[in-house]
């Protein structure tokens, strides 16, 4: 009934029979059928006010709005101050509260939730915990994957997935959780068990406008947390440091750092190593110290590992387990992935898509190369432009050859933005400009000698590219295995 859907909604004013029988939520009105429950909102491009009439006339029951309604008497109306919560709320009741029967994990962070989330759900699975996945790359739903359309979709798509895993037998589920996501309700009634706070660097400043109120965002997740729950944080980050000043009283915390944080945290890599084949190193736990030998490259995914084996230790699996289950870990699409073409230049794919990030990629590998590190990377279009010369200037001081190159161009002019990262670099002298992705591509590969590496940086596991004019077959792992492969012909 609608009173059970609208509970403990706060409602501003409501009109109508509220025992009546509700077939389904939606949010879409052209996806409402006769005996639906319509929630809609003021969004930042279009006002969904505007399309109650289409919802009513295609049979919804009863409409929650943040304005007033004087339409149909016949209709059941409620008013809110957030339509997005609301929807949240409905759609948690109406799939039954699938949250409350899984034990959920959310992780949050500039750069790294899908490679953590990813290790976290492997593990799981081979402690025999069935789990679901929610993340940028993919959703997992018991056996069945799904290609994600977004980090964190919206609410009523991710209580749907929940209730679906629920009725897989899934115990737990690992979750990331996007900034846009925070602020807009899309993990409103949700209850996590364990949240993970991976780092903090700039990004999406075109939605939150300032550094502080995408802090702010991500600190939501923390802020929620219920008693008994775990906060796994990152505590080589300051805002890491933050977070933990403002925990709820009755959340466990429990640290993790790579021993450059003058914080003493719980996790703690010591002596590590990096090789052309993986990453080693040894963790101490409050249980004792262990070897970690896992399949990834880079220093930063170091972090990544940590805070896995962090949320890993809220399940109660041992060091002997992990020391065991790690060096199988599986590669994640996208995420600094090698193009496996027998050449003599070694060809990674990565989503490095903040100033940071290239950082931290190119930085890694820097030890790893024999000869010339290079990099192809563009921008994305209508997002974070205040980005652009920061990744510029990243790519030219720490890798030998830069080609600038189109990503996501969207509704943007792919020069204009080429022409912004070019600002940020117009003293150096080791970048060059190819607005076709495919000929960037291509030109790296064709001019690799033995003992490089190069780096497709942006778009990782992305199948498409979106200009003005659409979206695009395209891969850059596809694309650079065809020159690869035509190369050593």
Same mark, same amino acid.
């Given at each position: 009934?609608?009173?059970?859907?609208?509970?403990?909604?706060?409602?501003? !004013?409501?009109?109508?029979?509220?025992?009546? !029988?509700?077939?389904?939520?939606?949010?879409?009105?052209?996806?409402?059928?006769?005996?639906?429950?319509?929630?809609?909102?003021?969004?930042?491009?279009?006002?969904?006010?505007?399309?109650?009439?289409?919802?009513?006339?295609?049979?919804?029951?009863?409409?929650?709005?943040?304005?007033?309604?004087?339409?149909?008497?016949?209709?059941?109306?409620?008013?809110?101050?957030?339509?997005?919560?609301?929807?949240?709320?409905?759609?948690?009741?109406?799939?039954?509260?699938?949250?409350?029967?899984?034990?959920?994990?959310?992780?949050?962070?500039?750069?790294?939730?899908?490679?953590?989330?990813?290790?976290?759900?492997?593990?799981?699975?081979?402690?025999?915990?069935?789990?679901?996945?929610?993340?940028?790359?993919?959703?997992?739903?018991?056996?069945?994957?799904?290609?994600?359309?977004?980090?964190?979709?919206?609410?009523?798509?991710?209580?749907?997935?929940?209730?679906?895993?629920?009725?897989?037998?899934?115990?737990?589920?690992?979750?990331?959780?996007?900034?846009?996501?925070?602020?807009?309700?899309?993990?409103?009634?949700?209850?996590?068990?364990?949240?993970?706070?991976?780092?903090?660097?700039?990004?999406?400043?075109?939605?939150?406008?300032?550094?502080?109120?995408?802090?702010?965002?991500?600190?939501?997740?923390?802020?929620?947390?219920?008693?008994?729950?775990?906060?796994?944080?990152?505590?080589?980050?300051?805002?890491?440091?933050?977070?933990?000043?403002?925990?709820?009283?009755?959340?466990?915390?429990?640290?993790?750092?790579?021993?450059?944080?003058?914080?003493?945290?719980?996790?703690?890599?010591?002596?590590?190593?990096?090789?052309?084949?993986?990453?080693?190193?040894?963790?101490?736990?409050?249980?004792?110290?262990?070897?970690?030998?896992?399949?990834? &490259?880079?220093?930063?995914?170091?972090?990544?590992?940590?805070?896995? &084996?962090?949320?890993?230790?809220?399940?109660?699996?041992?060091?002997?387990?992990?020391?065991?289950?790690?060096?199988?870990?599986?590669?994640?699409?996208?995420?600094?992935?090698?193009?496996?073409?027998?050449?003599?230049?070694?060809?990674?794919?990565?989503?490095?898509?903040?100033?940071?990030?290239?950082?931290?990629?190119?930085?890694?590998?820097?030890?790893?190369?024999?000869?010339?590190?290079?990099?192809?990377?563009?921008?994305?279009?209508?997002?974070?432009?205040?980005?652009?010369?920061?990744?510029?200037?990243?790519?030219?001081?720490?890798?030998?050859?830069?080609?600038?190159?189109?990503?996501?161009?969207?509704?943007?002019?792919?020069?204009?933005?080429?022409?912004?990262?070019?600002?940020?670099?117009?003293?150096?002298?080791?970048?060059?400009?190819?607005?076709?992705?495919?000929?960037?591509?291509?030109?790296?590969?064709?001019?690799?000698?033995?003992?490089?590496?190069?780096?497709?940086?942006?778009?990782?596991?992305?199948?498409?590219?979106?200009?003005?004019?659409?979206?695009?077959?395209?891969?850059?792992?596809?694309?650079?295995?065809?020159?690869?492969?035509?190369?050593?012909?």
């Amino acid at each position: 009934m609608l009173c059970d859907i609208i509970q403990d909604m706060e409602l501003l !004013e409501k009109r109508g029979d509220f025992s009546i !029988e509700i077939q389904q939520v939606r949010y879409q009105s052209s996806d409402v059928q006769p005996g639906d429950l319509f929630c809609t909102w003021q969004g930042e491009n279009s006002d969904g006010h505007d399309y109650i009439d289409d919802a009513v006339k295609r049979g919804a029951r009863a409409i929650i709005t943040e304005k007033n309604y004087e339409g149909s008497s016949e209709v059941a109306w409620a008013r809110v101050v957030s339509g997005r919560k609301a929807l949240a709320q409905a759609s948690s009741n109406y799939f039954g509260r699938p949250s409350s029967r899984l034990r959920m994990v959310g992780i949050t962070g500039t750069n790294g939730k899908t490679s953590t989330a990813t290790l976290i759900h492997y593990i799981l699975e081979c402690a025999g915990l069935k789990s679901g996945l929610l993340g940028t790359v993919e959703y997992r739903i018991g056996e069945k994957k799904i290609a994600a359309s977004r980090t964190t979709p919206e609410s009523w798509d991710c209580q749907k997935m929940l209730a679906e895993m629920v009725k897989e037998n899934c115990v737990a589920t690992v979750m990331e959780v996007s900034s846009h996501a925070l602020a807009l309700d899309r993990v409103e009634g949700i209850t996590f068990a364990v949240g993970v706070f991976t780092n903090l660097t700039q990004d999406h400043l075109d939605f939150h406008k300032t550094m502080e109120a995408y802090f702010l965002a991500k600190q939501k997740l923390f802020l929620g947390l219920k008693a008994g729950a775990v906060a796994v944080v990152n505590v080589d980050d300051v805002h890491g440091q933050r977070l933990l000043e403002s925990m709820p009283q009755n959340v466990r915390t429990l640290t993790y750092t790579k021993s450059v944080s003058p914080y003493k945290a719980d996790i703690q890599a010591e002596d590590i190593h990096y090789t052309a084949e993986g990453t080693s190193f040894n963790c101490r736990t409050a249980e004792g110290v262990f070897n970690v030998q896992v399949p990834w &490259l880079g220093e930063f995914n170091v972090s990544n590992i940590l805070a896995a &084996l962090a949320t890993a230790k809220t399940f109660g699996i041992t060091n002997e387990q992990l020391a065991l289950w790690l060096p199988q870990a599986p590669p994640v699409l996208g995420r600094l992935q090698r193009i496996e073409h027998g050449g003599e230049c070694q060809v990674l794919v990565d989503y490095a898509h903040t100033d940071d990030a290239v950082k931290n990629i190119l930085t890694s590998l820097r030890p790893l190369c024999n000869n010339r590190l290079k990099i192809v990377i563009g921008c994305g279009g209508d997002r974070d432009s205040s980005k652009r010369p920061l990744m510029a200037q990243a790519a030219c001081e720490y890798a030998d050859e830069v080609i600038f190159t189109s990503d996501n161009p969207r509704s943007e002019d792919p020069e204009a933005i080429l022409q912004q990262m070019i600002k940020g670099v117009s003293h150096q002298k080791n970048f060059k400009v190819i607005i076709s992705r495919e000929e960037a591509i291509q030109n790296c590969i064709k001019s690799g000698q033995a003992g490089d590496i190069i780096v497709l940086a942006g778009k990782g596991h992305e199948s498409t590219q979106e200009t003005k004019e659409g979206k695009f077959p395209f891969s850059d792992y596809n694309v650079a295995l065809r020159y690869l492969t035509e190369k050593s012909v």
